[in-house]
């Protein structure tokens, strides 16, 4: 795995175990030689964990739209920051130059970006892992949802094992090595094949 891009929140959140635990995953990113590919911010979990990718010798590459640019808000020491024209091309971008996905605690926007790039790998759209980090437990509830999906048959137990899960940068990252995508999701049912 070459780059993974990092989804997670522009703020520190309600204790120190978030930066903390994003600056353990930037750690863990450049002492594989992976490439950090995220939303190109200086502040929150997204600065922390980009930081420790810089801090320990990696790469950085950022990418952030033009109106969030100009709030002075962009890391100014990645290797290096693209400056697209919105959130769409943002994400579109990431997904482009990532070989996989890792959420970190973060807002709406993070889980939107996260479930976006699980639906198309459901869908086949890429073949990539996507997982959550569970920092301080963030992300039960979530969890909890994948289950009740599941249990209610709206999402297929093959693709609730799609989300990789754990509180280790190292273990998950481990995952993603040995992670082989499910069959692509197809609308035929037994009696049609």
Same mark, same amino acid.
């Given at each position: 795995?070459? +780059?993974?891009?990092?989804?997670? =929140?522009? &703020?520190?959140?309600?204790?120190?175990?978030?930066?903390? +635990?994003?600056?353990?995953?930037?750690?863990?990113?450049?002492?594989?030689?992976?490439?950090? %590919?995220?939303?190109?911010? &200086?502040?929150?979990?997204?600065?922390?964990?980009?930081?420790? %990718?810089?801090?320990?010798? =990696?790469? %950085?590459?950022?990418?952030?739209?033009?109106?969030?640019?100009?709030?002075?808000?962009?890391?100014?020491?990645?290797?290096?920051?693209? %400056?697209?024209? +919105?959130?769409?091309?943002?994400?579109?971008?990431?997904?482009?130059?990532?070989? =996989?996905?890792?959420?970190?605690?973060? =807002?709406?926007?993070?889980?939107?970006?996260?479930?976006?790039?699980?639906?198309?790998?459901?869908?086949?759209?890429?073949?990539? *892992?996507?997982?959550?980090?569970?920092?301080?437990?963030?992300?039960? *509830?979530?969890?909890?949802?994948?289950?009740?999906?599941?249990?209610?048959?709206?999402?297929?137990?093959?693709?609730? +094992?799609?989300a990789l899960i754990d509180v280790e940068p190292n273990?998950?990252?481990?995952?993603?090595? &040995?992670?082989? *995508?499910?069959?692509?999701?197809?609308?035929?049912?037994?009696?049609?094949?």
């Amino acid at each position: 795995m070459k +780059s993974i891009a990092v989804f997670c =929140g522009s &703020s520190n959140g309600a204790s120190n175990i978030y930066i903390d +635990s994003a600056k353990k995953l930037g750690k863990e990113l450049a002492k594989r030689d992976i490439t950090l %590919v995220y939303g190109g911010a &200086s502040i929150g979990v997204m600065g922390a964990v980009a930081d420790a %990718v810089l801090g320990e010798g =990696g790469q %950085v590459i950022g990418i952030i739209p033009s109106f969030l640019e100009q709030r002075e808000i962009s890391h100014k020491r990645l290797s290096k920051l693209i %400056v697209v024209d +919105s959130m769409h091309e943002r994400k579109a971008k990431m997904a482009e130059l990532a070989d =996989g996905f890792v959420a970190l605690p973060g =807002g709406p926007g993070t889980l939107e970006e996260f479930f976006e790039i699980f639906t198309w790998a459901q869908l086949g759209l890429h073949q990539k *892992p996507c997982g959550l980090l569970n920092i301080n437990h963030y992300f039960d *509830p979530l969890v909890e949802l994948f289950n009740h999906m599941a249990k209610e048959q709206f999402l297929h137990e093959k693709y609730r +094992s799609m989300a990789l899960i754990d509180v280790e940068p190292n273990r998950l990252l481990e995952k993603f090595d &040995s992670y082989e *995508p499910p069959t692509i999701k197809t609308y035929m049912n037994e009696k049609q094949s």
